[in-house]
């Protein structure tokens, strides 16, 4: 056998046998390499599930916790009800919670499950009179609610007064006998945006929220991140009253990272083969040296090869990164980092900063890098730079780390910076719109209360005043109404703009919402404030051009002082409102200081405000009439129904104190009501009883008049009654006949279709037009007393008197005087062919049972008339 033989064959054989080493080599690496991967896998998706499970748990957590912290405020309610049968202050503790809590949308009272007060009233106003018990849609819950006696939690649900809902319901027992409800509606879905839910999907999960419903007991999603299923979502429970929500969360693109999982297979089939392929080389080297070196070249153009690859993937990372030695001196970058020098890899190895950057900037850096060398350890800070291949500019978080060789040597310092520009650019505007409003830029509610504790802190501590201001837009509500609220947007921003730039550097200006406005003047007496008030209605009253329309719009602001007006900023404020609102009632663009006594009489407006809300019920008011006396033949020709109010606390109330209250929160509806149908019983009665027939006047407010209703309701009540319609006279005010006219002439024409008599009251005293006049169905104007009283002395009122009566002659109306007191008023009033009068010369108003006496012992005129 020749030695070519031998070597041949032990060739041969070693090579197969190295094969055969190789490929045991080979499927042990794949077996270890696989069970890694699945070992390293597993442990990524549990610690994903672990993040998506605290991520659950927190969101679940935060919307229990939200909801939970809106239904107790039914509990106070409530105890408030089982103690005294009703809330005496529930409109104002109700605008108040609903303020602190935006995202509850209603407060509501349904005694008996009839909804009779709901806070805000704005918006929900269908949802008066419905009843919770008998309502398809609700009443399932309702009786559900109250056979348990507990608190309950339904929704979402569609409102009738438009928009969804969760409708939290707490059922209210007195003495074991069932009051009604109390209900909190909470916005739906606002209130899952005051979790994290919103931005999860940037963070990249889904999530749905389902809950069983009690209809179809069948699970319902009612809030979701999107339409596709979820891969295997983590589950939470959420309890609220009554139910139980589930919460299920999952990444977007599943658990399993599909391309990572790709490349580490790879890697593993990588590694085997070159675990397989060394034993093979192993195997072959025991018997055949000559052969190791042919080998080793391999092995080193594979382990070239690998660190080619390892480079490559170095070059792939989005982060810039780098290497310096420690005399700054660059030893590698990645292609991110070759823009911010506008060079390649092999330009700025062996270079330094100083070649690059300016002096200043090299400076700062190579600092940074000797700090990291002193610590040992990571350094991190935020630089801005800017890449020269663009010139671009962004925010980076530099982190350098020094780096050693096996024995502990410096071999120099690693920089890795990762752009976070727009992380902080999403941050700022986080901040933005928590502490902005975002229609006018000005600053909120929130950034003001930061602002006014520093400004009364240091008002304290310097001893100086403090003025606030509260800022209302004057008949703001007619350009939303009529323009639409795209103008009136732009008109917040133009007031908003000319608040700025009337104010001073330091003072500072906060929109509250809608068209109200605070401002904070450090170091400002009233003598200033009065100045600064007065150039702010300048400004702000000129006209503005929005849109081809040229609007003026005019501001009433109230004005509170510290510490005169109070020694913290919730009493400022609420002075400073009470002080405006009393500009709203006296004549709007203008500026009111407050006063004690705006307190003292908002105070006994609050009080009569809640006090006329059970007066019906409790039979406190009563319907006076004042006899109506014709001049022609001296016989009582009708009389006036007046409402009087006797609170058995209080003692009589004047009309022109609590009329006015009524006609403001709308009870002046159910009492206007009320004395037409007392007015118009008793004429009734009075005529069956043998009184000669007469005509009964009933004064119709305003607020009256809109209803849609009124035509219907009045004849309604003539008809039960049974009533002829010409005995009914219904008394307008000229403010109210002159707003709208041609409305008012449609209405008028219907009731005097149906022969009931209509007269104008306080006649003189508005601003009648009259071809308007004309086009009024009215028979009678009633002349104001105002021009009654100083008849006999003034020249003026005796000829404004004379005109009106001759006007009305002329036109065909009777004419009618009240408040005739002498014997003087009634002498002139009879010359100049006044047709009726009424007066304390004759009567005051009276009770119905002396007004019977009064009309059965009335005598007639005076001889001498």
Not at 576 to 582: F, N, R, S, V, W
Not at 664 to 676: D, F, P
Not at 772 to 795: A, E, W
Request: glycine fraction near 6%; charge should be negative; hydrophobic fraction near 40%.
């Amino acid at each position: 056998m020749s030695k070519f033989t031998f070597f041949k064959n032990s060739y041969s054989e070693t090579y197969a046998n190295g094969w055969i080493v190789a490929i045991a080599a080979f499927f042990i690496g794949i077996v270890m390499s696989g069970t890694v991967i699945w070992h390293f896998e597993e442990m990524r998706v549990d610690h994903l599930r672990n993040v998506v499970s605290n991520i659950t748990k927190e969101n679940a957590n935060r919307l229990q916790s939200n909801i939970n912290q809106k239904l107790a405020l039914l509990y106070p309610l409530a105890a408030m009800i089982e103690h005294d049968g009703t809330i005496h202050d529930f409109d104002s503790i109700g605008k108040r919670l609903v303020i602190v809590f935006p995202n509850i949308s209603e407060i509501a009272l349904a005694p008996d499950g009839i909804i009779s007060q709901v806070v805000p009233i704005t918006g929900n106003e269908k949802a008066l009179g419905l009843n919770l018990l008998t309502d398809s849609d609700q009443k399932a819950e309702a009786w559900l609610t109250r056979n348990n006696k507990r608190l309950t939690l339904a929704g979402p649900l569609n409102l009738v007064q438009g928009g969804v809902g969760l409708v939290g319901r707490l059922p209210i027992f007195r003495e074991e006998k069932f009051w009604g409800f109390v209900l909190i509606v909470i916005r739906f879905p606002d209130i899952i945006n005051t979790t994290l839910l919103s931005s999860i999907t940037q963070m990249g999960y889904q999530y749905t929220l389902s809950r069983i419903n009690p209809n179809t007991k069948k699970e319902q999603v009612i809030a979701s991140s999107g339409k596709s299923i979820l891969d295997d979502p983590i589950e939470q429970i959420i309890d609220v009253p009554n139910a139980q929500w589930r919460l299920r969360t999952a990444p977007t693109h599943g658990w399993h990272y599909q391309w990572f999982l790709l490349i580490e297979i790879g890697l593993g089939v990588l590694i085997s083969i070159l675990l397989g392929y060394i034993a093979k080389q192993y195997a072959q080297l025991k018997n055949y040296r000559n052969y190791l070196e042919v080998l080793v070249q391999k092995r080193t153009a594979e382990i070239a090869e690998t660190r080619n690859f390892l480079h490559t993937l170095l070059d792939t990372i989005p982060d810039m990164i780098w290497l310096k030695n420690s005399d700054g001196v660059y030893l590698l970058c990645n292609p991110i980092f070759e823009r911010f020098f506008g060079a390649k890899e092999e330009v700025i190895v062996g270079k330094t900063d100083y070649d690059f950057l300016e002096k200043e900037l090299a400076d700062s850096f190579r600092e940074k890098d000797r700090f990291a060398i002193e610590i040992k350890g990571k350094s991190i800070n935020e630089e801005w730079v800017k890449f020269a291949d663009d010139g671009s500019s962004v925010l980076l978080e530099i982190t350098k780390v020094p780096m050693l060789d096996e024995s502990g040597s410096l071999i120099g310092v690693l920089g890795i910076a990762h752009d976070i520009t727009a992380r902080k650019s999403n941050e700022a505007h986080i901040q933005n719109l928590a502490h902005f409003d975002q229609l006018t830029g000005l600053p909120n509610r929130i950034l003001l209360n930061d602002r006014v504790t520093y400004l009364l802190n240091m008002a304290q501590r310097k001893n100086e005043s403090l003025a606030v201001m509260f800022l209302d837009l004057d008949h703001f509500k007619n350009i939303n109404d009529t323009l639409g609220h795209s103008i009136g947007d732009q008109v917040l921003i133009e007031v908003a703009n000319r608040i700025k730039e009337a104010l001073r550097d330091q003072d500072s200006v906060a929109r509250l919402g809608g068209d109200e406005f605070i401002m904070l003047f450090p170091n400002t007496d009233s003598n200033a404030a009065m100045y600064i008030a007065t150039k702010l209605i300048e400004v702000i009253s000129k006209a503005s051009m929005i849109e081809n329309n040229e609007l003026t719009i005019t501001p009433s602001i109230g004005i509170a002082i510290y510490p005169n007006d109070g020694e913290d900023f919730e009493t400022l404020l609420k002075n400073a409102d009470t002080a405006m609102y009393g500009v709203k009632s006296a004549s709007r663009n203008s500026f009111h200081f407050f006063t004690q006594e705006m307190q003292l009489n908002l105070a006994r407006n609050l009080q009569l405000d809640n006090a006329l809300r059970h007066a019906l019920k409790r039979n406190e008011l009563e319907v006076y009439y004042q006899p109506q006396i014709s001049l022609s033949d001296g016989h009582i020709i009708g009389a006036e129904a007046l409402v009087r109010w006797h609170h058995p606390k209080l003692g009589m109330i004047s009309p022109a104190e609590f009329i006015p209250i009524a006609e403001s929160s709308g009870q002046i509806i159910e009492i206007g009501e009320w004395v037409l149908q007392t007015a118009i019983q008793q004429t009734k009665e009075w005529i069956d009883g043998g009184f000669a027939p007469m005509i009964i006047a009933v004064n119709l407010s305003a607020i009256q008049f809109r209803q849609k209703n009124l035509l219907t309701r009045i004849t309604d009540i003539l008809k039960e009654v049974e009533l002829p319609h010409q005995y009914l006279e219904l008394e307008l005010t000229e403010a109210v006949t002159m707003h709208n006219p041609e409305s008012v002439i449609n209405i008028m024409n219907k009731l005097y279709e149906q022969g009931i008599r209509m007269s104008i009251d306080d006649f003189g005293t508005g601003y009648s037009s009259l071809s308007y006049l004309k086009k009024f169905k009215v028979y009678k104007l009633k002349i104001d007393q105002s021009f009654i009283r100083d008849i006999g002395k003034d020249n003026d009122d005796r000829a404004i008197v004379s005109a009106i009566i001759d006007m009305a002659h002329n036109l065909g109306l009777k004419t009618i005087a009240e408040g005739v007191e002498t014997a003087e008023q009634l002498d002139f009033l009879h010359l100049h062919g006044c047709d009726e009068v009424q007066g304390y010369y004759f009567s005051k108003p009276l009770p119905c049972a002396e007004f019977e006496i009064f009309f059965k012992n009335f005598l007639g005129l005076p001889d001498n008339i």
